[in-house]
């Protein structure tokens, strides 16, 4: 049975309050500049024939507004309240983009563990040029396990970003908040009931894990390294555009990357 989590009960939450927050603008600026940087296809390209997918889409912001117009894209999760926002959203856009923009998104519901079977059941593409994971692996029952997984739905020479909730950034917010009794980064439990992550990760064992399955690693962001940080939510609205721009010229700086609330890496499978 599995027992990841599925967001079904919290998928309008995340609609409200993340995406259209501060936090979300910077986290959609550090993977927009991520993607112009080290994925370069996608820079002015309009390749049709790019193919996409986005495991444990969500509501699939970013995929569908950056990624979909240059080529085919794949949208799976879990959550069905999550995948009905994403097409919600798709056909929000299609207005403006035309029908061509929807034709070119699928969408499929499956856990990830089985989901290289389910798209050779549907006769699908089985094998990508850039597969994007983003916040999914805190959450796995066994998260070591996201990688292979990943690994076998890219083509050789494929691209993957994958995203993940940083348990150093989770440690420093505790101490600077003075729970000193309350957490402990060796030992760590989610409480019950928290939306904490339950399998928060230690960036470098990701790194290691990535090249252990044969990925070079091509950029290392974090994203808001110091955003969370401002305890003071004034303070933190006070000046939103110097605040992004900041992020962004932090988010690669040794040591700050690794200090993020959310790493993102991006990798070639070679």
């Known amino acids: 049975m599995n027992k990841d989590r599925n967001f079904d009960d919290l998928a309008q939450r995340f609609h409200r309050n993340v995406y259209g927050s501060l936090k979300g603008q910077v986290r959609l600026k550090v993977l927009e ?18 193919q996409i997918l986005d495991v444990g889409a969500g509501l699939a912001q970013f995929s569908t507004t950056l990624v979909a117009e240059r080529g085919h894209l794949v949208l799976n999760d879990i959550s069905t309240e999550m995948l009905k926002l994403a097409h919600k959203g798709i056909s929000k856009k299609a207005k403006t983009l035309g029908s061509s923009y929807a034709q070119r998104i699928s969408i499929v519901q499956a856990p990830l563990q089985v989901l290289s079977s389910v798209l050779q059941e549907r006769e699908m593409q089985t094998q990508y040029d850039l597969v994007l994971c983003h916040a999914v692996m805190e959450w796995m029952e066994q998260p070591s396990t996201l990688v292979p997984h990943l690994k076998s739905l890219l083509k050789p020479g494929g691209y993957l970003s994958l995203s993940f909730y940083n348990i150093n950034g989770l440690a420093f917010k505790n101490l600077l908040r003075t729970n000193y009794n309350k957490f402990d980064i060796d030992n760590f439990k989610a409480f019950r009931g928290s939306l904490t992550p339950t399998h928060p990760q230690e960036p470098l064992l990701v790194l290691a894990q990535l090249e252990q399955q044969g990925f070079s690693i091509i950029c290392k962001s974090g994203i808001r390294v110091f955003h969370d940080y401002i305890l003071d939510p004034a303070a933190r609205q006070r000046e939103p555009e110097a605040l992004v721009q900041k992020e962004l010229e932090y988010s690669r700086r040794e040591p700050f990357w690794q200090m993020a609330r959310y790493i993102h890496f991006m990798a070639r499978y070679d």
Do not use: I, Q, T
């Open 33 to 50: 500049r991520d993607f112009d940087d080290c994925f370069p296809v996608l820079k002015g390209c309009s390749n049709s024939d790019l």
